[in-house]
């Protein structure tokens, strides 16, 4: 399924980033209202044109001249087709669901952040395999390539109220193998589709430790290979102050509460100093 | 204030709507079209040579005359036949008022050169019949009313010319040219005085006066199908029409017999007609028939108004006011058998109807109603009534259409126009504030940072590296912009690449998007 290709620079408090994508989503609406509500426009018009003909196939099968009334329905025709062309202009795919996901965890946060400090980073909803997401491409004995991609389409840096800081990196990584030409066991060639080798999603949390306020400690609940919600750890980081949390999950779709969840065990990691 | 798709759609309907009052201002939409109804089918047997709606017994009721190979044949105007007589052929015949009664006679001259004889109906009833000696085969009769005397003017094959008066009595005999026949005789006048016009096939044409004193003579290069005499600007002084195998029209002047003009019209000229064609009525105008289907509306200076083309080789031309404009519009019948009205103003056609046989006599006139087209074809003649049907509200046809045009181009643009804009999906939520600036420029260059590490980890290509490098660079390009025009003092570290524009770190000597080297 595709998706409009959305890309947001943050840089901004969480209100107006908010009301930002709040305000991108009821565009969106709208152009969809105004797409449901008048797309049998061009065809009405597209058949207001014929009855224009048939007086001028009728007037001729009388024995009248032609009556010019044919060129009422060329008009017809072409304002049709430039409404149509207009209005499928504005059409456009659903926002990818990570939008909200990352509306929800903003909306979270907001609270949580630092007078007078913003949100910085990035939504890249673009999509995943392009180019400059590549990070290898390996090519194997029989030249068939796959590539791996990573597609961080969430990056979020704040400073938080409690003095520490947060960097969230959400990433969508795909190993996928291109399209090639194969020969079968009968010795004829056969044109073999793209193939999805992998498909997971990584979401890093690093909290810059405020050490006037916290000390780093262990957490019986959080090992590598403990769950949190769909995620698993895979690694742990503790040192120089900071506290680093890599999980991974091969759930395609992240929720608000999935990326949250990590957030909040990232913090089981921190005791508050008396 | 007005989106510019309103403006153009209100340029645009003031254009249309310009041109479509022109058009009904200035009646160019006519919205008429011509028809027929056969009125009458009447049989004849063998080929018509002639046929005229004519009153031949002076009731002043038309009848219908008609000449086949060897027969005459008089319809009265109830379909009763009033004269059915039989003759040797060749015949020809010819109509006009020989006895000066005012009444409309006939001359039959038929027979070959071993009995050729003359026979006069006067008063639509037969009245005597001579023997004319000397003379070859019939070829061509007219009635010439000289002035003084009224004369029967016979042609025959060799080119001789009979004058007789209406009881048969040789009045004057004349040679045109010899070896030919005679194929066409008409009336002339020069200053008034009637003269009559004779024209050889061969292509000798004469002018004879009442005694049969030949005033000039010209020669038509190639043989001659067509002579033809009318006086077409009124002067009193006929001009003489010729047309032939050689395809050029010739006008010649009545008085002096010297060409007027002459106009090529690349085939043979098969009929010529006089005809009121552009409503002008100080002059006439001429049209002229071809044997590869042409027809020509010629004015008196050769000046071609319009030509058009028939089904087939044309046969006959009629002439109707079907629409009552005081233009002559022009029927023509071809060997096709078709009819074919062409509008006199510009030539454009409508067929009228299509016999099964070629169309081999057509006359127009009034005879069981007016404005009626007797046509002869495949034994039958038919009598036409051809009516012109005009829809009134055709007039304003072309403002109702530009109302409409008007109105669809108003519903596409306001359509257009109150359609919302796409939203801009590559967006930028960022404060311009002094700390907000200053934090995403240091995030930027952590995104950088982060990036050249994966670089040196291996975990990125050279291409990715570069666009993602290139992508960053850019934003801080821009942020550095910001931050300055904020007033922030900051030491610049980007620059642009003189030569692909890409955003480079100050220190870069080389451009690592396309390879330039850059001069500090």
């Known amino acids: ?274 | 204030m007005f989106k510019p798709a309103i403006i153009f759609a209100v340029i645009l309907s003031m254009m249309v709507m310009a041109v479509s009052c022109l058009v009904t201002f200035l009646g160019l939409s006519q919205g008429a079209k011509v028809d027929s109804q056969t009125a009458l089918s009447l049989p004849y047997s063998g080929t018509v040579h002639s046929m005229k709606i004519i009153d031949l017994s002076g009731d002043g009721v038309n009848d219908l005359f008609v000449q086949t190979d060897s027969q005459v044949l008089v319809y009265d105007n109830n379909q009763q036949v009033v004269i059915d007589q039989s003759y040797q052929a060749p015949l020809a015949t010819t109509m006009g008022d020989l006895d000066g009664n005012g009444r409309e006679d006939i001359l039959v001259f038929y027979g070959p050169a071993t009995n050729t004889r003359a026979s006069i109906f006067l008063n639509g009833s037969f009245s005597t019949e001579v023997r004319i000696d000397d003379v070859r085969d019939a070829s061509r009769a007219a009635i010439i009313p000289f002035q003084g005397q009224r004369l029967g003017i016979l042609g025959d094959t060799n080119g001789n010319l009979v004058a007789i008066d209406q009881n048969g009595r040789v009045v004057w005999r004349a040679s045109l040219s010899s070896g030919d026949y005679i194929r066409g005789l008409d009336d002339a006048r020069i200053n008034g005085e009637v003269f009559v016009a004779a024209a050889n096939h061969d292509g000798t044409v004469g002018l004879f006066d009442a005694n049969g004193q030949q005033r000039w003579s010209y020669k038509l290069s190639g043989a001659l199908r067509r002579m033809r005499a009318f006086d077409l600007n009124g002067d009193g002084t006929s001009e003489i029409l010729l047309g032939g195998d050689g395809g050029t029209l010739v006008v010649l002047d009545g008085g002096t017999g010297q060409p007027i003009f002459t106009k090529s019209l690349g085939q043979t000229i098969v009929e010529i007609r006089e005809a009121e064609l552009n409503g002008e009525p100080s002059s006439r105008e001429i049209v002229v028939g071809g044997r590869s289907n042409g027809v020509w509306g010629i004015d008196l200076a050769g000046n071609v108004l319009w030509s058009s083309t028939a089904s087939a080789r044309v046969s006959q031309i009629g002439l109707l006011d079907v629409d009552a404009n005081g233009s002559e519009d022009v029927l023509v019948g071809d060997e096709s058998g078709k009819v074919t009205l062409f509008r006199a103003d510009n030539g454009s056609s409508n067929s009228i109807q299509t016999f099964s046989g070629a169309v081999e006599r057509m006359d127009i006139g009034n005879f069981t109603a007016s404005g009626q087209a007797a046509i002869a074809s495949a034994g039958q003649i038919t009598v036409l009534k051809i009516n012109y049907v005009q829809l009134g509200f055709m007039r304003f046809m072309p403002l109702l259409i530009g109302l409409f045009v008007s109105l669809a181009i108003f519903v596409a643009a306001g359509f257009i126009a109150s359609i919302p804009a796409k939203p801009d999906l590559r967006i930028s939520v960022t404060e311009q504030s002094r700390e907000a600036l200053i934090a995403q420029r240091r995030m930027l260059k952590e995104s950088i940072a982060d990036v050249e590490r994966l670089r040196g980890l291996g975990d990125v290509t050279s291409d990715a590296y570069l666009a993602r490098l290139k992508d960053l660079r850019h934003q801080l390009a821009d942020n550095e912009a910001s931050i300055l025009k904020a007033g922030i003092k900051i030491n610049v570290e980007t620059q642009s690449c003189p030569n692909c524009g890409g955003t480079l770190m100050l220190a870069a000597d080389k451009c690592e998007y396309c390879g330039q080297v850059v001069l500090h």
Request: charged residues 25%; contains cysteine.
């Open chain 1, 1 to 274: 399924m595709s998706y409009a290709p959305v890309y947001i620079t943050l840089g901004d408090r969480p209100l107006p980033i908010l009301k930002r994508i709040e305000g991108l989503n009821a565009s969106k609406k709208q152009t969809d209202d105004t797409y449901n509500q008048r797309k049998w426009i061009p065809w009405l018009l597209f058949l207001a044109g014929i009855p224009f003909l048939c007086i001028d196939l009728a007037s001729m099968a009388f024995g009248y001249p032609f009556l010019g009334m044919t060129c009422i329905l060329a008009v017809c025709w072409l304002a049709a087709l430039v409404m149509g062309l207009n209005l499928r202009k504005i059409r456009m795919a659903d926002f990818h669901p990570d939008l909200k996901t990352s509306y929800e965890v903003i909306r979270t946060l907001r609270d949580d952040l630092q007078p007078k400090s913003v949100f910085l980073g990035h939504i890249d909803l673009t999509g995943a395999e392009q180019d400059k997401k590549m990070l290898r491409e390996n090519k194997d004995v029989r030249g068939r390539v796959t590539k791996l991609y990573n597609d961080e389409w969430l990056r979020l840096k704040a400073k938080l109220y409690d003095g520490n800081v947060l960097r969230v990196s959400a990433n969508h990584k795909i190993k996928k193998r291109d399209a090639y030409w194969g020969r079968g066991s009968s010795g004829k060639s056969k044109w073999k589709p793209a193939k999805s080798k992998g498909n997971f999603h990584e979401l890093n949390v690093r909290i810059a430790v405020n050490p006037d306020l916290y000390e780093i400690v262990s957490s019986p609940e959080i090992q590598i290979g403990s769950i949190i919600g769909p995620y698993s750890v895979q690694e742990i980081d503790t040192n120089g102050g900071m506290v680093t949390l890599t999980c991974a999950t091969s759930k395609l779709q992240n929720t608000p509460g999935d990326i949250l969840a990590v957030l909040q065990a990232g913090y089981t990691l921190l005791k508050r100093k008396r």
